[in-house]
């Protein structure tokens, strides 16, 4: 199939309707988006593809897929997701999160291992800094935070097609929505849960990759010595002179 | 009619340039506060109410603000208390409590307090607060709307029930509501509803007999809540009035028209009231419904030059001082007067235009949002309450005699009954706006 062949549909899953972006066959890989939602089929999901079956679900509340009314949390959230791999079969999948995708991959992970074969987190949410501080998208205007997010826009290929020129009323209204249920989520603790480092040790055997930009200004790339030392064997890659998105 | 009185209070030393720089006053840093100057800017305040009282205003009335020096006054209700106690009978107007931010029970407990000190004069306002004030007081603006709701129902509660009782609800939980104290109003006290312009609010108010009270918006907008209040009271089965509807303006008198053109000038220090907050902070995400946003900017954009009243600047924007300070004095200044924000002038000169806007909305409550800001000195300040008390206001009392535009303390809201036919009367007479 061509790999920019993908489609999006509704589920009825978890109890809840759940919209999906799905493209290419092969071995399910669940991709978690960020605290603003979907930025869309990137190039990078139409290289794998190739070789696998690629689905992003649409957050709940995040202006495309509807708000279930009893997650309050990201822990939540996340017991919603593992209810849906186990309905839709995906149970076994690789996951990438990215931000706050990034922190409901490890709370599922944390919940249950067994559900993924591997994980991949990049730039994560979800566990406090150890120095610094993650920065607060509320005291932001929306394209002001995605600037301060990348570490060299010019150098950035996607960045232009994704987020240049003026906010448009479409944009504008998914980032309300997406920023929106972000905060019923994680308004406080912000972006982070205390327990959550703790929750890792039940991690033994789960092929992890902890990826990070060295510039990132959104979640300070210290945290970046946690998460490795919290979840057992996991692998760290840095990006160096990148911030805090390293999949644009 | 009830004549009230406004100011918001400001830390007058706040450096302006400082404000300019940072595009609001929301933001800029507390190191610029002196509490000694502060400590007597509020004895000072706190005098020019008693005074008001004095020259014959019938109310007086506070707002609350936080982390701001546009308002200092973050705990309204301790000024609000001093003022039960060193006033005679002016009504107490507290526009408003932010709910959403509130300990409930503790607010049912302040306001009790006040009520019981003043003899009966506190009149109550509950807010949803300014985006800024969920951010400054670290309250999840997405469940803002729900708070406000809530709190409000267990204040209510709280006024009326015997106790003690326990209450578990969504956003709060009490072992052991049993408050000794209780407002002397009964049920409650009077209760007005600030608003910028929100349907919701407008709705809501006229839904619980409340009067609606607008806060200095354009007129056309205001018109429009009006009458969406009064359909909402036609569907509750009654017919609002004046008695429902309050209106903000500022105003301020000087000996001569060029003299209180220039005192003016001082609310627009700093860029004044559109420089409250940057929009960042103003509209945090999930604070306001994305209609109700669009909405808003509506009305508080000057329709003829269609530029935002609040919202600040875009923090990023290379701000040149001077030039600001002279835009505000000069351009948004002007287009504030042309829009009829700021009434300015002798007595005789407020009166015409103070007359148009009685015509117009019909109010019940008329609040004089009086002359504040960087170099206002209180001298200036008392000559023009001075000049409002023996100039103005009698005459506005003999045209609200005229114009049939009866307070909330002289005619209830809710009380009046629809026409036979069950249709509404016209509540406000937009066609002189023009005038």
Known sequence: MATNDYTTKTISAGGSELVITQGGSGKPLLVLNEELGDPGWLNWKQEL???????????????????????????????????????????????????????????????????????????????????????????????????????????????????????????????????????????????????????????KDLPTQVLWGDEDKIVPFSTVDIYQKAIAGSKVVTFNACGHRPGN | MHITTFTERPYAHVPEEEVIKNSSFFGVSNKFLDPVKGGSLFNRYLDEKVYAEEVGFDGVMLNEHHANPFTMGCVMDVEASILARITKNVKIALMGNPLPVADPLRLAEELATIDMISGGRLVTGWVRGAGCEQLANNVNPTYNRERFDEAHDFIMQAWSKDGPWRYEGKHYEYRHVNPWVKPIQKPIPETWIPSLVSPETAQ???????????????????????????DTAEQEGWQAGPECFGYLQKVVCADTDEEAYELGKNYVYGGGQPAFARPEWMFPAGYNSKAATKRMAYALTDPETNEAVVSGKDASEEINVPEMKKYNTEVLYENLIRNRQIITGTPETCLVKIRNIMETLRPGIFAVWHIEGGPTTHEQSMHSMKLLGENVLPQMREWAKELDLPGPGEVKPGSRKLPANGKRDPVCDKSALAA
Request: glycine share 8%; aromatic share 14%; proline share 6%.
């Open chain 2, 204 to 230: 809501f108010a006229a839904r619980n007999c409340y009067s609606y009270f607008a806060l200095a918006t354009f007129l056309a907008p205001t018109v429009e809540m009006w009458n969406l209040y009064a």
């Open chain 1, 49 to 203: 593809a190739l070789t696998r079956t690629v689905i992003t679900p649409q957050h709940p509340g995040f202006g495309v897929s509807p708000r279930i009314s009893w997650a309050l949390s990201i822990g939540d959230l996340a017991n919603y997701y593992a209810q849906v791999m186990v309905e839709q079969g995906w149970v076994g999948a690789d996951v990438i999160g990215f931000s706050l995708g990034g922190w409901v991959a490890a709370e599922m992970a944390a919940q249950n291992p067994a559900q993924f074969s591997s994980m991949t987190l990049v730039a994560p949410m979800g566990i406090k800094p150890p120095s610094g501080e993650i920065c607060d998208i509320y005291q932001y205007l929306t394209a002001d935070y995605i600037a301060y997010s990348v570490s060299n826009i010019e150098g950035t290929p996607e960045f232009a097609d994704l987020f240049g020129g003026e906010v448009t009323a479409e944009q504008y209204e998914r980032f309300q929505d997406a920023t929106a249920e972000s905060a019923r989520f994680a308004w406080q603790p912000y972006m982070n849960n205390p327990a959550l480092s703790h929750r890792l040790g039940l991690i």
